[in-house]
């Protein structure tokens, strides 16, 4: 079974207005952190959002929230107000088990492509 | 600028030939990585290291080699044996600070582009 599943492929949204990108994902551990990154055509892996499980809040980062249900192991990316430049592609990572090394590994979902129409 | 480079941006190579992808970094962090990303697919960990002249093997580490000879450099060699090398390649660090308050974020690099003839 995937371990971070994202089931849209592709989005489009309207330039100003909000859009949600969904990010499921699988483990037994308790401890684990979901990461948001973005990668722009250039390819670069731009990182947005952290949420730690043990976190009570849902994290948020200027545009961008991230809408945290544990219960049903999701971390949806909710980017407001979007813009031209949010084009890109989007993927939701998730880190397991500290192993107390500093070793991080990521696993990382599929990737939704959203497209800002302007 | 502190940052991470990937070199070179593109390469081309035939089939049979080994090539070295460079990854250098001046964040002074412990933990390097290299991902490989295909069209429509995430990002898969080939190798990683956590401090110099250790490393360990990802999930699709065959046909690849690393060293890690320096702190500031993490070159992956793609040899002959991997049967289909052409791919996007990340190279990515993490400070590799122990710390519940560390949240694992890794940082990336611009990547380089790798097509077999």
Redesign the interface.
Known sequence: AQKITQTQPGMFVQEKEAVTLDCTYDTSDQSYGLFWYKQPSSGEMIFLIYQGSYDEQNATEGRYSLNFQKARKSANLVISASQLGDSAMYFCAMRETYSGAGSYQLTFGKGTKLSVIP | DGGITQSPKYLFRKEGQNVTLSCEQNLNH??M?W?RQDP??????IY?S??VNDF?K?DIAEGYSVSREKKESFPLTVTSAQKNPTA?Y?C?T?S???G?DN?????????S?LTVL
């Open positions: 412990d933990a990585y991902y429509g697919q995430g990002l898969r960990l990683y956590q401090i360990q990802g996007f990340l990515a993490h590799g600070l122990a519940w949240t694992g974020e890794l940082f990336f690099g611009e990547g582009r």
